[in-house]
Each structure stands twice: as C-alpha cells, then as structure tokens.
C-alpha cells in the first residue's frame, strides 16, 4: 500500500488523458490551488453525488481560487460519458493502472460485505501554487465531502 501524503511534501507529479483523449499533467495547474479528488467509478451513486457537489460548488470554488481535477481508473471513453451525462466541466482523468492513485495513497486494501481487496480509496488532496500538499484526506465520504472541505480550507463563512 502507498504511503500517505502528508502536509508541506511535493505533490507528486502526473500526466494523464482526460476525457477527451487529451494529456493533462498536474504541472499545468501551477501557480493555482488545485483540488485533486480520486474516486473509484464513474456513474456510480456515490461517485456522481461527490462529482454533481464538485460541480455544483465548482463557480464558488474558483471564485477562492481553487481548480478541481478528478482522478479514476476508469477508461477514457467511461470519463466522457459520465462528463456529458452530468455535465461536469471540470477535467476528469482517466488512470487505469491507478499509477497516480498509488502515488498519492489513494489505492489499497479495501474492505466490503466481509471480502478484502485492493482498490481505489476516495481520497481528496488539496495542492498548492507551488506543488506542495496543503491538504490530504483519505476514505472520505461521498456524502457531504465538498462541504467539509469547503469548512477545512475555511471557504465558508
């Protein structure tokens, strides 16, 4: 299992095709506040609750200078069709080999229904202008997770 990120350290770097086939690497986003969020399939119920909060959040959010990326090991293909069907403009990216996920300690063992496995953990790590974790929460829940971040990076008042 991956180590876990922690405050001040150097997000790691990644590059991968977001929904429309299209390379994006976290090095675009410098020199603004990015939230990268990981979640483990598209158009799931829980997945398209936190994405649909992200995207509903999303005008305020980058009103406080925030960008949102999310991160799945859907395919490519998959991203599009969730993308469209719930009309999320914000980049979603496709890492099937969850390379990035491990990277970021958002792949381990996961537990359902009493069977163990390895999965993708809903993670959510806020990166700073210049690379480095602000923030980082793992096994979050999809339920109500864009409102406690906003209340942990104090957006609201």
Known sequence: MAERLTPGTTAPEF???????????????????????????????????QACDFRDSLASLQAA???VVGISPDPVKSLAAFAEAESLTFPLLSDEDHAVAEAYGAWGEKKNYG????????????VDPAGHIQLAQYNVRATGHVAKLRRDLKLDS
């Open 15 to 49: 590059t991968l095709p977001d929904a429309a086939g299209n390379s994006v690497s976290l090095s675009d986003f410098r020199g603004r506040k990015t939230i990268v969020y990981f979640y483990p399939a598209a158009s799931t119920p829980g997945c398209t609750k």
């Open 65 to 67: 200078g925030y960008q």
């Open 115 to 126: 069977k163990t496995y390895m999965g993708l953990i809903r993670s959510t790590v806020v």
